[in-house]
């Protein structure tokens, strides 16, 4: 079955960086595109980055833009979130999803456990 396990979340000051990764198996990974979401406590879960399957294109919100980028490593099956310049305004629950198109990636069924993220003022 499809497994994705995110890893690297913490506590963090504001203007420190973190590095989250979502490690994926059962599935094949190179075929998929990869995206990061967040839920903040209260909030709806939202979009943050995605990558396509090659890696060559990559999308933002509008909110982590410049600071946030998305990467990928099809030989391990894993993909990258490098967090700068972090704001409280970040703290939540980090998701990763998979899903064959980028479009599709809010309404995937494949999806982690979260890893919390946590960015003091």
């Known amino acids: 079955q499809v497994q994705l396990v995110e890893s690297g979340g913490g506590l963090v000051q504001a203007g420190g960086s973190l590095r989250l990764s979502c490690a994926a198996s059962g599935l094949t990974f190179s075929r998929y595109a990869m995206g990061w979401f967040r839920q903040a406590p209260g909030k709806e879960r939202e979009f943050v980055a995605a990558?396509?399957?090659?890696?060559?294109?990559?999308y933002y919100a509008d909110s982590v833009k410049g600071r946030f980028a998305i990467s990928r490593d099809n030989a391990k099956n894993t993909m990258y979130l490098q967090m700068n310049s972090l704001k409280p305004e970040d703290t939540a629950v980090y998701y990763c999803?998979?899903?064959?198109?980028?479009?599709?990636?809010?309404?995937?069924?494949?999806w982690g456990q979260g890893t919390q993220v946590t960015v003091s003022s």
């Open positions: 990558v396509v399957w090659s890696g060559d294109n990559t």
């Open positions: 999803a998979a899903h064959l198109r980028v479009a599709g990636l809010s309404r995937s069924p494949y």
